[in-house]
């Protein structure tokens, strides 16, 4: 870990050195999600509610996922941009330093300017919370935390997969786009207005379910049951990443140079 913080500070520098850059993409980084969160908007105003769910319970939801997966897109930059290090040939430079292949590749790029995103998603997170009557608790407070820690975990483990593909395509495969930025508009809807087969591959599968619906249903007050399990599920999702990092290893085991 003193390693990630070396290649954190020395990124946040680099990117420092053109800060009238730096902030003006962090700006448009605020205002780029605004577009789908008005369109999130209108279209509760049109309908009033989808499937028993109001607006502020949907922008809950919308707050969780995309301050997740803005917090992945920032610190877990580096696989998203694997290709690259496998075209030039860069990875073979990384296997020859005695030092983990997961946090070289991890600490390889930052992307500071996502806390714009970052600071968008807490704001609806926040007005959402405001205008939801719901009864805090610890435990709901707890599980609160651990619904966006566990949607950073499941789209850095996306990111990692995506990146363990391209030991044999070289390039990247745009089609992992279904499962980042398709997944991030997708769970930004409770899962049950989807058809039965979609909640289940989004829960069993890519464990979004223990992001966006499951835990959820406990913040809001829409649960049956132990409350204790509800907190457990966003940590039980964030399990997803284990076998993320099986894969990657398996991977860099039978990587072969690209000879460049």
């Not at 989808?50 to 707050?63: K, M, Q, S, T």
């Not at 030092?99 to 609806?124: D, M, P």
């Amino acid at each position: 870990m003193g390693i990630y913080v070396k290649y954190l500070w020395i990124h946040f520098k680099s990117q420092m050195q053109y800060r009238t850059s730096f902030w003006l993409l962090s700006l448009g980084q605020f205002f780029i999600p605004f577009t789908v969160f008005a369109g999130l908007y209108f279209l509760f105003e049109q309908f009033g509610q989808i499937r028993g769910w109001n607006f502020f319970e949907v922008a809950l939801c919308f707050g969780i996922i995309h301050m997740a997966f803005a917090l992945s897109e920032c610190f877990a930059r580096g696989f998203d941009a694997f290709s690259s290090l496998v075209r030039t040939g860069e990875f073979d430079r990384l296997l020859v330093r005695p030092r983990s292949t997961f946090i070289q590749v991890l600490g390889s790029k930052f992307e500071f300017t996502r806390f714009g995103r970052l600071l968008q998603s807490a704001v609806v997170l926040f007005w959402a919370l405001a205008n939801l009557n719901i009864e805090w608790s610890m435990i709901k407070a707890v599980t609160l935390v651990l619904m966006i820690v566990s949607g950073v975990f499941i789209f850095t483990g996306i990111y990692i997969l995506a990146a363990t593909l391209c030991f044999w395509t070289i390039e990247g495969l745009e089609v992992v786009n279904i499962f980042t930025d398709g997944g991030r508009e997708m769970a930004q809807y409770p899962l049950n207005i989807y058809q039965k087969w979609v909640t289940r591959f989004f829960t069993f599968v890519i464990p979004f379910g223990t992001v966006n619906y499951l835990p959820l249903l406990f913040i809001i007050g829409k649960n049956s049951g132990n409350e204790f399990y509800y907190m457990l599920t966003p940590i039980a999702g964030s399990l997803f990443i284990l076998p993320c990092l099986l894969v990657w290893q398996y991977g860099v085991k039978h990587y072969r140079s690209t000879g460049s």
